[in-house]
């Protein structure tokens, strides 16, 4: 793995090191000072923030008044050393009281010495969870007059956390009834045209939980994923059930999520942090099942009038029904009047969107209300330009439904004292993108 940092330094607006560290000795201490000479005072700071001068690459933020630079003078990871500059900082504000600039730095010198040796070694990010440091780095830092009151946490026997073992959930936790709330949350993107074929579709979709879970669980979460449901039929020497099976693109894991065990098993195991938090993100693009479908008409008769027809079919299931439904419909903008017939809903004419607005608060499945409307325009003198049509554009929710076909197989909760757990589980499906040529 390519080192983070050889080196970091922070500066003043004018250059000046306020402190600085170095982790390897493949760097001079003088290198500031091609930074300086090269980029400071030739007022390159704004055009990139990685820059290559000799035999060394720079990689600089600037957070308030301070400039952050961190040196490397072999291949390095570019991505991991800005995290780690993000991640530091906002350590250094959780000491500081929020606040990090250059009065801060000079008034927490020995405080941020102390950090520094901790949250980097030899060039490699190493644990920089404020929860976790605090815990044996006791010493407060300085903090700003205006900076708000600090909230700490009690925290029982760190032990295991100081160890890294699991750094996000801490011991100790005790709650009467244990429950865990998983929400699968997804968005459809959608452009369709006029004709009702699909241009361009995909679907991107969120795991959601709150664990409210005593002691130290270890949770295993299986979906009905393509790669997964095939790892398990060759564990268990059996074929699998018949039914649909998705294929994830893009998946990304909070860091609870044991991913040596997920690209063996390929199932999710983790122990979750105490709360609400995103457990995964994955995004889709074969096999989406669009919750609506919409066929528009719009007749330009002559320069004065329009004549719009709209279908909207609902294609899930005839028990399950959608909210907030809102489908807007482009007009021109030297529209005078309106006039509307629906068959379920409201709608009415939004003349700064330049839309007819239809509303239909709760949409069943398998029905297939109508808008007709008549809209008069304004004629002028001046040469009529053809009008460009906008999209129509939807929003929506449909509950219990996901466009992908992601469905949760088991949530099983293992606990050495072995209690009994109640698991919630709830689908919604939202729109992202969703427009119609008309």
């Known amino acids: 793995m390519p080192v983070a940092a050889s080196a970091i330094y922070f500066l003043n607006l004018r250059g000046d090191v306020l402190i600085n560290r170095l982790y390897r000795d493949d760097v001079g201490g003088n290198m500031v000072d091609a930074f300086r000479m090269h980029i400071m005072q030739t007022k390159e700071l704004g055009t990139c923030p990685v820059r290559q001068i000799g035999g060394c690459s720079f990689f600089y933020m600037r957070i308030s008044n301070v400039y952050i630079v961190i040196v490397v003078s072999s291949n390095a990871n570019v991505a991991c050393a800005f995290k780690f ?26 405080l941020i010495y102390e950090l520094l040796d901790e949250i980097m070694d030899f060039g490699y990010p190493q644990n920089l969870s404020p929860e976790i440091l605090k815990l044996y780095i006791t010493q407060e830092g300085v903090r700003s ?3 708000s009151k600090p909230t700490d946490k009690p925290v029982p026997n760190a032990t295991l956390q100081v160890t890294g073992a699991v750094g996000w959930r801490r011991e100790g936790l005790s709650y009467k009834k244990n429950e865990v709330f998983l929400d699968i949350v997804e968005s459809v993107n959608l452009l369709m045209s006029s004709k009702g074929s699909v241009l361009r579709c995909d679907v991107t979709g969120k795991v959601l939980m709150k664990c409210f879970l005593s002691g130290m669980p270890d949770l295993k979460l299986g979906l009905n994923d393509k790669i997964g449901l095939e790892k398990e039929s060759q564990l268990k020497s059996r074929p699998t059930k018949s039914g649909k099976s998705i294929e994830l693109d893009d998946v990304t894991f909070h860091q609870c999520v044991n991913l040596t ?24 693009t074969e096999g989406v ?30 028990k399950m029904f959608a909210l907030g439904v809102v489908i807007k419909i482009p007009v021109p903008k030297q529209t005078a009047k309106t006039s509307f017939q629906v068959t379920s809903g409201r709608a009415k004419y939004n003349a700064s969107i330049d839309c007819l607005v239809w509303k239909i608060r709760k949409f069943p499945g398998q029905t297939e209300p109508t808008l007709s409307a008549e809209v008069e325009l304004i004629s002028t003198i001046a040469e009529k330009k053809s009008w460009t ?21 088991f949530l099983k909760v293992w606990e050495k004292s072995g209690y009994n757990t109640v698991e919630w589980v709830r689908y919604i499906t939202k729109a992202g993108s969703y427009e119609i040529r008309c």
Request: proline letters at 8%; aromatic letters at 14%; a positive charge.
């Open 389 to 409: 049509r906008p999209p129509i554009q939807m929003e929506f929710q449909v509950p219990m439904f996901t466009a992908s076909g992601l469905r949760v197989r």
């Open 289 to 318: 099942t669009l919750p609506f479908r919409v066929l528009p008409t719009i007749k330009e008769l002559g320069r004065t009038r329009m004549e719009v027809n709209v279908k909207v079919k609902s294609v899930f299931g005839a």
């Open 85 to 110: 500059v993000v991640e530091a900082v906002s350590l250094f504000k959780s000491y500081f009281g929020g606040a990090f600039d250059e009065d801060a730095i000079r008034n927490n010198f020995v």
């Open 261 to 284: 065990r997920f690209n063996s098993e390929k199932t999710v195991s983790f122990v979750p942090p105490d709360g609400e938090f995103e457990l995964m993100k994955y995004r889709i």
């Open 145 to 147: 007059p205006f900076s």
